[in-house]
């Protein structure tokens, strides 16, 4: 048959056309013979792109629900790499950037964000605000930057100004008026006076200009747009800040007790007034804090204040400031809240500290607790009724689950929720026990907890420089968990829970080395304690209690005769 026979010559041709593979330009029927698993290889692959082709057509013909067919997705793809690419990078991009940076308007938009990444970033690591700030609050902050920047270091006012200073004698009253605050005590108690001495200067059109000490510009960033907040080298009095106290011939109170008049306003103006309002001020000192003192005080260019305490509740005893002050902070327990926000912003390298370890230890929990401790006793710890007081804390307000002592393993389906537990302390005895215990046995809830301790250094030590970052780093880590407990007495946990806007749990004052029952209560408000506020009515001119005075100023939980500000909404909770 003609068909089937195959002639030599197109053999040949064949061959020639194909020289390397013969088997090609083989007869059918010795190739079928031959390699039968190749024909087998050839129907199979016949039948996949039939299987695609249908597959192909199905989707043409019936596209998903969304609109978008998988065919155009395709092509996009192929024919737009670089934009696909853009797009992912752009999702990204939103995805990490903080949905209000500026934190409600509270902060200034025309800042460098390289030069302090902290000021916008932090964002991205807290919960929006819960309350924001007054509109009344925003005015005056821009008019207070304003003003800062006509009248801060080096100005034409400010170079006026000093050189009336200089020359001893007292000024007459100046287009531009100072507030200057002298570095002083520990790392929270500076922030909390610093907070305080910013609100002191809002309220009298002041500037504040900060003694930059041994490491404020290390620690903390320019909070002003375009002028510096810190105190010029060359500022007369800065090498005698150190010898300031009461006995000093221009300390406010002094100069009370050296006049024979009851009446403020008949004193001689000297060229400056230091204030001192330290843990240690007297009767005359505390008369800062009555409004016919303040209007002579108004007359002055150049007010030093030197504190260690967060003064802010009797500000608000100040009948002439009342008003401003309620329209500044209608919810007036946020003061410290927005004041510490606007502030203290940590520098480039106290960032890294924080993100880092944030990133490392604590992002991926489902939940942050975080446990302030500081022991006011004396002896070496850790002792053991702290750390019962701790445990009891925690477990009593459900904040940490229960152990199970019984079984090695408790059995959990599902996904099992994490808790981040960062515990800071000058010890590494308490982190050690309670990582111990829930690393040696389940907890009864199946739930996952991690125990971290950035630091241990033993002791304080205000003045060394990497002691202080670490300090300010592990305040700004403990305002970023979701709940709070924090020791009595302790302005480091002052300023976690404001900066946080967190009402912490507070442990209580242990006594003769027992555990307290009940081991700690839930704060009023995220507002830091006076710890020594003036007991005094000025109209009357004898002893009050300033505790009971108005609603929105109560004691404080940690310590019976401090202050602290309160919404008057809440003071019925507790």
């Known amino acids: 048959m003609m068909r089937l026979r195959r002639n030599t010559d197109d053999d040949d041709q064949l061959r020639q056309l194909d020289p390397e593979h013969h088997t090609v330009s083989r007869p059918l029927d010795r190739k079928c013979e031959q390699n039968p698993m190749r024909l087998m290889g050839i129907l199979i692959v016949c039948l996949m792109v039939v299987s695609v082709l249908f597959s192909v057509s199905t989707v043409l013909r019936d596209p998903p629900s969304d609109g978008v ?82 009248c801060g270091p080096y100005t034409e006012s400010y170079n006026r100004t000093l050189k009336q200073l200089r020359s001893g004698q007292h000024m007459e009253q100046s287009d531009c008026n100072y507030l200057v605050w002298i570095s002083f005590s520990g790392l929270g108690n500076r922030m909390l006076a610093l907070a305080s001495a910013f609100l002191y200067a809002i309220l009298t059109n002041r500037v504040l200009l900060v003694d930059p000490g041994t ?9 002003f747009p375009d002028a510096s907040w810190l105190l010029p080298s060359d500022f007369p009095l800065l090498n005698q800040f150190k010898t300031f106290d009461q006995k000093s011939p221009f300390c406010y109170g002094k100069i009370l007790k050296n006049n024979t008049s009851t009446d403020s306003n008949q004193l001689i103006l000297p060229p400056y007034v230091y204030l001192h309002l330290a843990h240690d001020y007297d009767d005359h000192d505390k008369m800062f804090f009555c409004d016919q003192d303040q209007s002579f005080l108004q007359k002055t260019p150049w007010l030093i204040i030197k504190t260690d305490n967060y003064f802010v509740p009797s500000l608000f005893l100040i009948p002439s400031f009342e ?37 490392a230890y604590l992002a991926k929990a489902d939940e942050r607790i975080g446990i302030q401790i500081r022991v006011f006793d004396t002896g070496v710890g850790p002792f053991q009724y702290v750390l019962d007081q701790i445990i009891a804390c925690t477990m009593k307000e459900n904040l940490l689950p229960e152990i199970n002592m019984e079984e090695a393993v408790v ?87 404001g900066l946080g806007g967190l009402k912490p749990w507070i442990l209580y004052k242990p006594e003769n080395g027992t555990a307290p029952n009940p081991p ?26 300033t505790g009971a005075l108005v609603p929105h100023v109560r004691h404080c939980e940690d310590m019976s005769w401090g202050l602290k500000l309160v919404d008057h909404l809440t003071t019925t909770e507790f």
């Open 69 to 150: 067919s998988a065919i155009e997705e395709a092509k996009f793809l192929q024919l737009n790499p670089r934009k696909v690419t853009d797009a992912v990078d752009d999702l990204s991009r939103s995805a990490e950037e903080p949905k209000d940076k500026l934190l409600g308007g509270l902060l200034d938009a025309g800042f460098d964000e390289r030069s302090c990444l902290s000021r916008y970033q932090s964002a991205l690591y807290r919960k929006e605000l819960q309350q924001k700030p007054s509109p009344y609050l925003l005015s005056k902050l821009r008019t207070y930057e304003a003003l800062h920047k006509r």
């Open 411 to 497: 059995s959990s389906y599902g996904h099992q929720k994490s808790k981040a537990v960062l515990m800071t302390s000058l010890s590494n005895g308490y982190f050690e026990k309670v990582r111990n215990m829930y690393w040696e046995h389940p907890t009864v809830t199946g739930e996952v907890i991690g125990v971290y301790q950035p630091s241990h250094e033993e002791y304080q030590q205000t003045e060394k420089q990497n002691h202080n970052r670490k300090a300010w780093a592990e305040m700004y880590l403990l305002s970023l968990t979701d709940v709070l407990v924090t020791s009595s007495w302790s302005t480091f946990g002052y300023v976690a829970q």
């Open 323 to 359: 008003q401003e002050l309620s329209n500044l902070f209608p919810v007036k327990g946020t003061v410290f809240h927005f004041l510490g926000r606007y502030l203290f912003h940590p520098t480039n390298p106290v960032w890294g500290l924080i993100t880092r370890y944030y990133q």
């Open 215 to 223: 490491d404020m510009p290390d620690l903390f960033c320019e909070p």
């Open 520 to 545: 700690c209560r839930r704060a009023m408000s995220m507002e830091p304690c006076f710890h020594a506020p003036p007991f005094y009515d000025c109209k009357a001119k004898t002893g009050v209690d």
